[in-house]
């Protein structure tokens, strides 16, 4: 969630936003906490939500069942759209990508995690989860690198602004740059849409 909050914007009291795979609602609540705007969640699970509504009362934070590919909005009606561990879940990620741009209002942001699947600690995640048969990667639904990501997303109006590679803490300290780039198990990124 630091990483977010240091990727993301200013906003207006008055600005809207969007917490896709928003899952307990935690960072749907933190970024209402920080913001003071309207936030929505959206998951994909039925539990989650029902988990989400009877933990967070705030009149100006809402949640409901939704899904990336469909997204039930209006076009550019959010400011500020946040998507932490969902693309790696979808087997249609371009049309992800789209939806996301449509319900982005122009100079909007995008803050977005996508795994870093050139990271050797992948590699060794992947080796370690097949020998102790917990295969969770096994459900991961796509490899989109990083670098391919954000070609995708150029194609939908949407231009990289940051990107802060999540290292394992006892190397967070002594690396960065592309050594980070490499060694970083998560890419969080930040995009702005187009200004029309």
């Known amino acids: ?18 917490d896709i795979g928003c899952a307990t609602g935690e960072i749907t609540s933190s970024l209402h906490s920080r913001f ?3 936030t929505t ?22 949640f409901k069942v939704g899904d990336i590919l469909s997204l039930q909005f209006n076009d550019n009606n959010f400011d ?5 561990s969902v693309i790696e879940w979808i ?8 939806e996301v ?20 600690f992948r590699i060794i995640e992947s080796i370690t989860q097949k020998i102790r048969k917990q295969n969770y ?3 991961q639904k796509n490899k989109l690198k990083v670098a391919e990501f954000e070609c995708i997303a150029e194609k ?16 967070s300290k002594n690396v960065g740059g592309s050594v980070g780039s490499f060694l970083g198990m998560m890419c969080i990124m930040s995009l702005s849409k187009k200004q029309v």
């Open 1 to 18: 969630m630091q990483n977010v909050h240091l990727l993301a914007e200013k906003l207006n009291e008055d600005a809207e936003i969007l």
């Open 36 to 38: 003071k705007c309207k």
């Open 41 to 62: 969640g959206i998951d994909i699970s039925s539990k989650m939500i029902d988990h989400c509504h009877a933990t967070y009362r705030d009149k100006n934070v809402f």
């Open 80 to 84: 500020l759209v946040v998507s932490l």
């Open 91 to 98: 087997d249609n990620y371009e049309k992800a990508i789209s």
């Open 101 to 120: 741009s449509r319900v982005l209002k122009h100079g909007g942001q995008w803050i977005v995690s996508i795994p870093n699947w050139c990271s050797p």
């Open 137 to 139: 990667l096994q459900y």
């Open 156 to 171: 939908y109006g949407l231009k990289k602004n940051a990107a802060i590679y999540h290292v394992l803490p006892f190397y």
